[in-house]
């Protein structure tokens, strides 16, 4: 749910993020943040859930 929130609202997101932790970085800064998060995110759910499952 979240994640579609940062895909569909992005600068919204960002700009709340700004206001609440005032980070002096750029827009491409940012967006390569949550998009390696997103991207770790997904490694660890599938290496600690579909893994397990698969194994079994």
Do not use: C, D, H
């Not at 206001?19 to 827009?27: A, K």
């Not at 997103?38 to 079994?56: E, Q, R, S, T």
């Amino acid at each position: 749910m979240l994640i579609l929130f940062f895909l569909f609202a992005p600068n919204f997101v960002y700009r709340i993020q700004s206001y609440w932790f005032p980070i002096p970085i750029p827009r491409e800064t940012y967006n390569v943040i949550i998009y390696s998060f997103f991207g770790f995110f997904k490694v660890i759910f599938i290496v600690f859930n579909i893994v397990p499952y698969v194994a079994l």
